[in-house]
């Protein structure tokens, strides 16, 4: 269930804590070099659903960590089904709540026959390296692997225990994040790779680095009608299609409240002056005043800012009738929900029923979906992420953000850890094709990202 990382973001920030530069020495040649092997090792781990190949990239990644001086009682690989979750600690010096790393090892599915390139064999071409994974979530999982492994090898010492939580199905259930949140719900907060990050501009420059403490909760509810159909040489009044038909043309026409966080204020504020325009003055007058509808009706009528103002729902599955020649028995669809941090799912779900507005239907939530609310933006947090930023482009400030999918960081949130996406990726916008044909990711920044995670985790470790 990834996310667009920069869905919703632009341009320069209005938050930034300082500056500075790394206080260690930039990553060697051989750091560079063990890390792009570490990542075009990591992608040909085919590590989709239904595969079994999670727990085989879960040991590989175990026996780096090893070679680095992990002991065996460091890391633990727990099976769950066909794939795994893994956790690797680098122990602290008091008993303090654990800062956990968060990323997943699972990929989504990608087709061979449509890639110009075989997905699961990582090619390196022209500074980029592709393949399934490769900046979804592999690329910053790689990199907190590499950044714990050297910080093992110097013999650091955090304050709290670090511990590195892979999960192994991201894309697809998230019962093993749900496990994963359970049983390290008591730690201070959590850092992920699998959000935020930095966006380029075409020329490479860099325009802002989003700081991700929030995200929009997923939900999928069923909007149902039955009947008891018959012939369809006699039409009745009650066919579930008709109805159904009215119940999502009304759906469609509903725009939810609009809302806003410290998250979306900062990151409308910092986007209107990237996007220039009537959208982006709509922008800055909808982060001053909220209740500007207009200039909400404004920023709604660009798909990548409506999840900014407001919840979304929209129906993306319909599945009705039996027969040709019958009146079809029932006729439902599904509405998939992208939910503002604070409202609950069994809101939304009341909501629906009261927009459907026919008593003849049936409005139910599928699955478990979880909501969160943002986390808080801890000073500790930010003043990390703005110095570590800072030493790779100096003087861009750090933009607040609330990602429009989501990461594992719900599941952490929702039990009252506080999570924040930290990705070390900067990327171009046409360079970003997660769960796309030719996933790519370019690679001639991986010692600025090595020396970004360094630099967190000491500044972290060390409070």
């Known amino acids: 269930m990834h996310k667009a990382k920069w869905v919703g973001m632009a341009a320069v920030a209005t938050l930034m804590l300082g500056s500075g530069s790394a206080a260690f020495a930039k990553a060697s040649a051989a750091d560079v070099a063990a890390a792009k092997a570490l990542l075009m090792k990591g992608v040909g781990f085919r590590t989709v659903e239904g595969q079994g190949q999670v727990p085989a990239y879960a040991a590989y990644i175990a026996s780096v960590l090893k070679q680095a001086g992990y002991a065996d009682t460091d890391i633990e690989i727990t099976p769950m089904g066909e794939t795994a979750t893994l956790a690797a600690t680098l122990k602290g010096t008091t008993r303090g709540k654990p800062i956990v790393l968060l990323g997943h090892m699972d990929v989504v599915e990608a087709k061979a026959a449509d890639w110009t390139r075989d997905p699961f064999v990582a090619v390196e071409e022209n500074g980029y390296v592709f393949g399934r994974g490769s900046e979804d979530n592999k690329y910053d999982v790689t990199l907190m692997i590499a950044t714990m492994a050297k ?254 999918g989501a990461t594992d960081s719900l599941y952490f949130r929702a039990l009252g850890v506080p999570s924040y996406g930290v990705s070390s990726l900067f990327a171009r916008s046409e360079d970003s094709f997660a769960h796309g044909l030719n996933e790519r990711v370019d690679i001639r920044t991986l010692g600025a990202a090595l020396d970004q995670w360094e630099s967190v985790l000491r500044d972290i470790g060390s409070q």
């Open 151 to 404: 910080l093992k090898k110097e013999g650091f010492k955090p304050r709290r225990d670090i511990i590195l939580v892979l999960s192994g199905d991201e894309e697809t259930e998230m019962k093993t994040t749900a496990a994963l949140a359970e049983k390290y719900k008591g730690a201070e907060f959590a850092l992920n790779g699998d959000g935020g990050g930095g966006l380029l501009s075409e020329d490479g420059k860099p325009l802002f680095y989003g700081l991700q403490a929030g995200e929009k909760s997923y939900a999928d509810y069923q909007i149902a009608f039955t009947d008891p159909g018959g012939h369809s040489s006699a039409p009745t009044t009650t066919n579930p299609v008709y109805r159904l038909a009215k119940a999502l043309d009304r759906v469609g026409g509903y725009h939810f409240p609009n809302q806003i966080n410290e998250l979306t204020k900062a990151s409308l504020t910092a986007a209107s002056t990237q996007v220039g325009g009537e959208v982006g003055a709509a922008m800055a007058r909808y982060a001053r005043n909220p209740n500007d509808a207009a200039a909400a009706d404004l920023i709604a009528t660009r798909p990548e800012y409506v999840g900014q103002v407001r919840t979304t729902c929209v129906a993306t599955m319909v599945n009705a009738g039996h027969a040709q020649n019958a009146l079809p028995q029932s006729a439902t669809a599904n509405i998939n929900c992208r939910i503002f941090p604070g409202v609950s799912v069994e809101a939304i779900q009341a909501k629906l029923t009261e927009v459907v507005a026919d008593a003849t239907a049936k409005v139910t939530v599928l699955g478990d979906p979880l909501a969160s609310d943002a986390s808080p933006l801890r000073k500790d947090v930010v003043a990390a992420v703005t110095k570590a930023v800072n030493a790779r482009y100096p003087g861009l400030t750090i933009t607040p953000s609330m990602s429009a």
